[in-house]
C-alpha cells in the first residue's frame, strides 16, 4: 500500500461545495489499496467564515477513508497582505505539522499550485523523506498573476515567484498539469516530454442521476423565473471570474434590447471575494432578474443543471488563459448535464469548439455576451439539445474521473517503482 500526501491549501472532501478535485481523485484512489492524506488549510477560502481546524494548531477528519489534515491558518477577506499572510502561515505550518512522524512516512508526495507554496512545501517534504515529488500546475504563477495585473513582471515578488516556479519544475520528479495546452508549452520551454503528464478535471459521471434536492431558498428564485431562459454561473466570484461583466451584459440588453432582456434571468452560485460587490452592483443598475446563492454541495449541483436553460463559465481576460488553456472543474459538471454551455473566452481551441457542444464570446465586452444570449435564445431546441448531447459525450470520452484517478494511480507506481512503470506518456506518442 503506497502512502501518498497531498498538499493543496484549498483542498476539499469529495461532495462538498468548492474545489473537490484532490478529495475526488482521493477517494478513488484508497478504492484501489492507496492511503491517502491531504494536507488543507481549514480557513473556508469560500465563505471566509468557517474554521475547519476547529481553532487547533491542525484537525484531522476522515472521509471515506480519505484523511483531511486541516492546518489553522489566519483569515482573511480579500487579495491583500492577509491573504499572502494566510499563504505564507499554511507553508509553514504544514511543515512544521509533518516533521514528527504524526502521519507516517509518505512514499510520494503531491504538491499543487496555484499558490507556489504548496509546491514549495511537498518539494521540501519529499527531500526531507526522500521520496519522489509530484508537481501538479492547476493554474501558471506567476504569469497568470502578471496577466491579470495583480502582480508587476520584473518586480521583486515576480522574480522571486519566478525563481520558485523554476526550481519546482526542476525539481519535480513528475509534473501533472491541467490546462490542455501548459504540458506542449513546458515542452517546448525545454522541459522533458516524459517528465509532463497531462491530467485535466472531470466528474463522477454515475452521480449525474444522484441528485439531492435544492435548498427551498434557490427553488424560489427558480420558481419566480419559471418562464424565462435561465442562465446559471457556479463557482468562485473572484477577480479571475470578471462576473461584473454579466451584469454589464444584463444591463446593455436592459438598454438596447428589453424584450431579449425580460426573457432572460441569470443565477449566480457560489462565493468568493468579490460576491457582495456583485450584489450591491446588480442592485445599482437594477437588474431585477439577476439573483444570487450560496454555495451548494455536489450532490445538488446537477439538480440546479437540470434547472438550467445555459450554464456558464466566465473568465476575466487574460493572455495566459488562452496561451495555456483552462479546465475549469464546473465546465465538466456542465457537460455532464447535456446544457448548451456559454464560455468567455478568445482561445480558439476549446472542448467547446472541438465538440460543438457550447458558445464562447469574447471576455469583458457586454455587446458580445449579449449577441451570443441573442443567438442561443433564438436558437431551435433541437440544436441546443444536440449541443448538450455533444458535450455529454465528450465528458464520457475524455473527463470520468473514475478513469483519471486511474491515470494518477499509474502516474504514482511509476514514481515509486520506475523499473516497472507500464506507463504510457501521450506526449510521446505524438
Known amino acids: 500500500m503506497q502512502n501518498l500526501w497531498i498538499i493543496n491549501q484549498y483542498a476539499l472532501p469529495k461532495g462538498t461545495a468548492g474545489i473537490t478535485r484532490h478529495g475526488d481523485l482521493a477517494h478513488e484512489l484508497v478504492k484501489m489499496g492507496y492511503k491517502v492524506t491531504v494536507f488543507a ?33 489566519p483569515s482573511y477577506q480579500g487579495n491583500d497582505s492577509k491573504r499572502v499572510k494566510n499563504m505564507v502561515s499554511f507553508f509553514k505550518s504544514v511543515l512544521l505539522e509533518t516533521s514528527f512522524g ?51 513582471e520584473g518586480s521583486l515578488t515576480h522574480r522571486i515567484l519566478q525563481g520558485i516556479a ?40 454515475d452521480e449525474q442521476n444522484e441528485k439531492q434536492d435544492l435548498p ?8 419566480t423565473e419559471k418562464d424565462r431562459f435561465k442562465v446559471v454561473y457556479m463557482g468562485a466570484h473572484g477577480v479571475a471570474n470578471d462576473l461584473g461583466n454579466v451584469l454589464l451584459t444584463a444591463r446593455h440588453l436592459k438598454m438596447t434590447n428589453p424584450a431579449l432582456y425580460e426573457k432572460l434571468a441569470f443565477f449566480f452560485v457560489g462565493g468568493g471575494q468579490q460576491k457582495e460587490m456583485l450584489m450591491q452592483m446588480a442592485q445599482e443598475l437594477k437588474l431585477e432578474h439577476v439573483h444570487f446563492h450560496e454555495p ?22 487574460a493572455d495566459t488563459f488562452n496561451k495555456f488553456g483552462r479546465s475549469p472543474n464546473k465546465l465538466y459538471d456542465y457537460l455532464a448535464a447535456a446544457k448548451p454551455v456559454l464560455y468567455s473566452t478568445t482561445d480558439d481551441s476549446t472542448i467547446l ?78
Open 41 to 73: 488549510s481549514g480557513f473556508d477560502y469560500l465563505t471566509r467564515e468557517r474554521d475547519r481546524s476547529e481553532g487547533k494548531n491542525a484537525h484531522a477528519t476522515n472521509h471515506d477513508g480519505v484523511k483531511f489534515v486541516w492546518i489553522k491558518t
Open 102 to 152: 504524526k502521519y507516517g512516512r509518505p512514499d510520494v508526495i503531491l504538491g499543487s499550485s496555484p499558490h507556489l507554496l504548496s509546491g514549495l512545501a511537498g518539494s521540501v517534504l519529499s527531500t526531507r523523506y526522500r521520496t519522489p515529488f509530484i508537481l501538479e500546475l492547476r493554474d501558471v504563477w506567476p504569469d497568470d498573476l502578471v496577466a491579470l495585473k495583480a502582480l508587476k
Open 166 to 205: 523554476n526550481h519546482l519544475n526542476w525539481r519535480a520528479d513528475k509534473i501533472l498539469t491541467v490546462p490542455p495546452k501548459l504540458h506542449r508549452y513546458l515542452a517546448n520551454h525545454g522541459i522533458k516530454a516524459d517528465k509532463l503528464m497531462p491530467l485535466p478535471n472531470g466528474v463522477f459521471l
Open 216 to 223: 427551498e431558498s434557490l427553488k424560489t428564485l427558480f420558481e
Open 296 to 317: 451548494v454541495d455536489k450532490a445538488v449541483v446537477p439538480t440546479v443543471t437540470e434547472r438550467a436553460d445555459a450554464l456558464l463559465v466566465h473568465l476575466h481576460e
Open 353 to 430: 469548439e472541438r465538440t460543438g457542444s457550447g458558445m464562447t464570446f469574447e471576455p469583458n465586452n457586454p455587446k458580445a455576451f449579449a449577441e451570443t444570449l441573442e443567438a442561443l435564445v433564438k436558437m431551435p431546441d433541437a440544436k441546443r439539445i444536440a449541443m448538450g448531447q455533444a458535450g455529454r459525450k465528450a465528458v464520457e470520452r475524455e473527463h470520468n474521473l473514475v478513469k483519471l484517478a486511474e491515470q494518477l494511480a499509474s502516474v504514482l507506481d511509476e514514481v515509486c517503482q520506475p523499473a516497472r512503470s507500464a506507463l504510457i506518456n501521450p506526449l510521446q506518442q505524438s
